[in-house]
């Protein structure tokens, strides 16, 4: 018997089709989550899932899951990612992961593969966070890591709350959420975002874990007054502050060491004008290490050092906490199940932790979680320039074809 492989012409279609909805230029696609945009993705992801016979399900904070019956009735195997991108997102980060795993179970089915668990494939809402925060808000309340009312409360960037927006465009489901469903295990396939597969020339990542995340808002309250006629010792400028704060966390990466990253992705000036001193700044800290000790140490130092010259320069703060996740591992079995499928695939495979944030960090705590990943060219990611070659992209999709006959039985 030939080994079961997925139709890769039907996947790339896919991807492609839905890289068209909120396409911007450059190649790149910008659905931000719950917008209108998003909407359109959803509603074509789900069209797909009913066209195979899924029963999909939507929960109270807009997780969708499309499932298909398993010979015993025992909990799912879901095979998950987001569908939601940055402003200025590629077409594979999240999508290729939901989309392969809506080609693995088409294959099963065509094969007239039976397993014995369902296997589920899902979208989790706002795995991004670059419209609400925290990240992964869908796939942490799903496994009652964040408490959902919480969770609808939580206003965006431009305003509006979670609840509001899902109403707004039809996804506040009914399925209950907050762990309520248990899953066998959980697979993300997702492209690595980062520069290590191509630069060692290997073909797909067995991830280990994923590394702890710490985002925080920072509001500095100075005073406004004439850019000309203030002496420098007579100002309270919230600009001078964020700009030491940004400087700082750099410096910070440098002591710390290599796994240490810092970014200040976010920044405005009020009232941000030439000739105006800033009166307020608001801005974001993204901290990641995978050494929770070490990544603790640095918001230390941060804090620490925000307070400082907040203080010296007369500039009130206020701090709040966006997103605090700690690294998570996930399941050795898990890990050597996809190390295994892999080669035994002929594909060259590597251990790697993950350095981006994902839906899978979520369900680790709670089953047997599992990612798998492939190349990204140059490591550009977040980016409209993000891309995997098909042949790649196809090659990953494979090996989670394998593990997912292994682990749903
Ligand atoms: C979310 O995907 C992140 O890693 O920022
Ligand atoms: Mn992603
Ligand atoms: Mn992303």
């Known amino acids: ?26 190649g790149g696609v910008c659905r931000l989550a719950l917008t209108d945009a998003d909407k359109a993705g959803r509603d074509l992801v789900v069209s797909w899932m009913r066209e195979l016979g899924l029963t ?33 997102g590629g077409k594979y980060d999240g999508n290729y992961g939901v989309l392969a795993g809506l080609e693995v179970i088409e294959r099963l ?49 431009d305003g509006p709350t979670v609840g509001a927006e899902l109403t707004r465009i039809g996804y506040a489901g009914e399925t209950p959420v907050g762990g309520a469903v248990r899953a066998a ?44 006629t203030t002496p420098m010792s007579m100002r309270t400028d919230a600009g001078y502050v964020a700009a030491e704060i940004s400087c700082f966390v750099r410096r910070l990466t440098r002591e710390l060491g290599g796994a240490q990253v810092a970014t200040v992705g976010h920044q405005v000036f009020a009232p941000n004008l030439v000739n105006v001193i800033p009166n307020r700044v608001v801005m974001t800290l993204d901290l990641r290490n995978t050494d929770e ?10 804090f620490a050092f ?31 199940r996809v190390e295994a499928a892999a080669r035994a695939q002929g594909r060259s495979v590597r251990r790697m932790p993950s350095g981006a944030g994902h839906d899978a960090q979520m369900f680790a705590p709670h089953c047997p979680t599992g990612m798998i990943f492939v190349p990204s060219a140059g490591g550009i990611s977040h980016n409209v320039r993000e891309y995997t070659a098909p042949a790649q992209l196809i090659a990953g999709a494979n090996v989670l074809l394998e593990v997912v006959q292994e682990v749903a039985g």
């Open 1 to 26: 018997m030939t080994a079961l492989r997925v139709d890769g012409e039907r996947l790339l279609r896919r991807i492609m089709a839905l890289a068209e909805v909120g396409a911007i230029d450059g």
């Open 56 to 88: 999909v399900t939507v929960d109270r904070i807009g997780n969708v899951l499309g499932a298909r019956a398993g010979a015993a009735a025992l909990p799912p195997v879901i095979i998950g990612s987001h569908i939601d991108t940055v402003r200025t």
């Open 109 to 157: 089915a065509e094969a007239g593969v039976v397993t014995r668990h369902p296997v589920a494939v899902g979208f989790f809402t706002n795995e991004e966070g670059a419209r609400f925060a925290p990240d992964m808000l869908g796939s942490a309340v799903h496994q009652g890591e964040l408490a959902l009312d919480l969770a609808l409360a939580t206003a965006g960037i």
């Open 185 to 228: 295990a959980f697979l993300e396939l997702h492209v690595e975002q980062g520069p290590v597969l191509e630069r060692e020339g290997q073909e797909i990542g067995a991830v280990t874990g994923v590394q702890g995340i710490s985002w925080t808002e920072l509001t500095l309250h100075g005073v406004s007054n004439h850019a000309g």
């Open 293 to 302: 000790q070490i990544l603790q140490q640095a918001e230390r130092q941060t």
């Open 306 to 336: 925000v307070e400082q010259i907040a203080a010296s320069e007369g500039v009130r703060v206020e701090q709040r906490t966006l997103a605090r996740f700690a690294p998570v591992a996930f399941s050795p079995e898990m890990v050597a």
